[in-house]
């Protein structure tokens, strides 16, 4: 079996997880404009690039092949817009199958469970206060 070359540089050479960011941040553009066009939304794209950067600058360390980080940045954009996309769906159906259920149409049963998740944070805040505005993560009310 031939052995996988994994980098033209030897290992002391190789660039940095700053260096290999930078690179990948000089792109920015480029991933922008992919993402643009999988999405349609100039908006959603830059929030899911800004994911993307985040969730990937941890991970850079690890590549065995830092020539190939244009690569693997390209397959972590595509597989975050497919995952968007996926989630998307699932609520789309929720949203149907709610309208459906209740014998309504799906911008009624928009409107509806918008009205439901802003009473429901009325209420959260109303109960617990302050620490509800951060979506009760790190929670202090203690109930």
Not at 8 to 17: A, D, F, H, L, V
Not at 86 to 106: C, D, M, N
Request: charged residues 30%; contains cysteine.
């Amino acid at each position: 079996m031939p052995e996988r070359r994994t980098s033209e540089r030897p290992t002391s050479e190789r660039p940095t997880p700053t260096e290999l960011a930078t690179a990948l941040a000089a792109r920015q553009p480029e991933f922008l404009g992919f993402l643009e066009r999988r999405l349609g939304d100039r908006a959603l794209a830059q929030d899911i690039l800004q994911d993307a950067f985040v969730r990937s600058l941890d991970k850079l360390a690890d590549l065995r092949d830092p020539g190939a980080a244009v690569a693997w940045f390209y397959r972590t954009l595509r597989n975050a817009s497919t995952d968007h996309a996926r989630r998307g769906g699932a609520s789309r159906r929720a949203l149907e199958a709610f309208a459906t259920e209740e014998g309504i149409t799906s911008n009624n049963a928009g409107v509806r469970v918008f009205r439901a998740r802003a009473a429901l944070r009325e209420k959260v805040t109303a109960t617990c206060g302050a620490c509800a505005s951060r979506g009760c993560v790190d929670c202090t009310c203690g109930r």
